[in-house]
C-alpha cells in the first residue's frame, strides 16, 4: 500500500467527525481537520512507529482576511508540517479558526520545536495557544501593539516610540 | 533544575563577539554549572515575510538574500523553486546545474565563515584569517556572476539572472583545485588539536531522539547520527545526478558537528567537479511567456517580447490559488518556504522556515546542566545567522 493511502486511512480513523476534507495541490498533500482533533492526532502519530510521523518540520499561519470566500470556512488557518523520516514523506495537517478568539491546544508538551514555532505564531499572528508553557512575544518589540502578520495591520505603519508630552501623538507614517 | 536564589543571573549579549550577531542570552548559573538558558531574539527583526506578501513574486528575491546572508544563493534558490513549483515551471537542464553548483559554492562559503568564527570563539584566532582567505575566491565567482559579493539575487524564477561568466569554468576549478588542501590544513590545525578537542567533545551533546523532537535539521541533525539530507532524501534541482555521500556523526557533540561541516565542503567539491564536467548547454532562462523574462535579444527585435517583457516588470504574473512548500538543504539546515497563492499577482502568505531559528530553539538543551564556558561553543556549533533567526 502506498504511504499516501497508509497515511489517509490512518489519519481517518485516528480522527474520526473531525475530518474536513484533504487537498492535493503540486504534489503536496494537506489534511484539514477540526482543531480540537488536533493534539489527539498528533499523540497517535508519536505512538505509532510504522509510520513514523515525529518530526514537526513547521508550524505557520496564514490569515485570510480580504478573502470573502475563504473567510467563511475561519479568517485563520494555521499549518503543521509534518515529515516521516522512515518513508521520507512531508503531509501538512491544516485546522481553520474563527477571526474571533482564534484559539487552539498547543503541541508543546509532544513537540519541543512546537514551543518557539507557537510563540512566533502568537506574536506575529495573534492565535493563541492553550497550555504553551510561556506564550510571550519573541520577535517583536515588547511595547508593540498589534499582529503585525496580520493582513489588516498596515504595511508601513510604525507605532510612535514618543508621545511629545501630547495626548494625540501625530502618526508617524501611515 | 529549578532556579534557586543563590543563582547568578548573566545577561550574554546582545553585544558579545560571539553570539555572532545581535542575539541575547539569559543565563542563570550556580558556581559553574549552567541552570537555565534562555535566548532571547528579535533584535534583527525586519518583518521580511510581510514585506514579501507585500510585492510581486519576483521583486521578493532581493529579500530572500538578506536573510541568510552568508548564504545568498541558498535562499534565493529556494525561494525560486517554491515559485516554481506554484507556477508548474520546469527549467532547463543548464540552470539546475548552474543552480546546484552555485548552491554548493554557497555551502561552502558559509561553511568556511562558520569554521573561522567557531574556532575564534574557540580560541583559535588564526583560523579565521585562512577561512576568510579561502571564501574571498567565492566571493570573486559571486561578484563576476551577480556584480555583488554578498546580496547577489543572481538565481531567479525559471532561471538566473544573467548568463554564467565566460571564465566561471575556470575560476571555479581553480577552488576546486585550492580548497582540498586548504581543508587538509584546517584539520592539521584543528582536529586532533588537544585544546580544540577538550573544547568540543562531548560539549553540546543531542541525543539523536531529542534531535527530532526539536527539530532540528541539516549538520545538528545528522551529527547524531539521522541520515536526513533532503539532497538525497526528496532530492531537488537535478541533485539525484550527481554522486555524493551524506556524512553524519555519532555522538551528537560539537565535535562530529565540526568533522561533518568540515566533510560536507569535501562532498560539495565533488559535487561542484562533476557540474562542471557535465554542465549542458543551453538557454539560462526557462522559456515560459508571461512568467519568465524573455531573452533581451528578442525584447530589442520582437513587438511579443517587448510586451512580455513589460508586463512582467510592471505587474508581474498571476499565480494560481493554491499552497506549495519547497524544502531545500541550506547550509545551516532545511530551509523551507511554504507560499500560498490567491490568484492574484502578490502572494497571499510567504513563511520561510528558518533552519537557524529552529535549531537555536534547542540551546537550552544543549547547555542546561553544564559548565558555563561551553555556552559559547554551543551557540557556535549550531552555527547560526541571526538575520535568519530573526528575519
Redesign the interface.
Known sequence: MAFEDQLREFINSSVGDAFIREETFRDDLSFFIRPDALVDLCQAFLDDADLDVRYLKDICSVDWYGHDDEMAEGRFEVIYNFYSLKHKYRFFVKVRLPEDNPEIDSLTPLFQSANWLEREVWDLMGISFTGHPELTKILTPDELEGHPLRRDYPLTWEQPVFSWNKDDPPEVIK | MAIEEKDLHINMGPQHPSTHGVLRVELNVDGETVVRAKPV??YL?T?I???ME?KLYYKAIPCTDRMDYLAPMSNNLGYCLAVE??M?IEVPDKVKWARVCLAELTRLNSHLVWLGTHALDLGAMSMLLYAFREREMILDIYEACAGQRMMSTYIRIGGLAKELPSDFDKRVRQIIKEIPDRIDDYETLLTNNQIFINRTKNVAVISAE?A????L?GPMLRGSG?K?DLRK??PYSGYENFDFEVPIGRNGDAYDRYLIRLEEMRQSLRIIEQCLDGMPEGPFRAHVPGVVLPPKEDVLHKMESMIFHFKIITEGFPAPK????A?IESPKG?L?F?I?G?GSNKP??V?V?PPS??NL??LP?LTEGHLFSDVVCAIGSIDIVLGEV??
Open positions: 531574539i528579535g527583526h518583518g515575510e510581510k514585506t507585500s513549483k506554484l508548474d531529542d527530532i523532537n526539536w527539530s535539521s539521522i536526513h532524501d526528496n493554491g499552497a506549495v512548500y524544502g532545511e523551507g511554504y500560498q490567491d497571499a502568505r513563511r522556515r531559528f529552529i530553539a534547542a538543551a530573526d528575519r
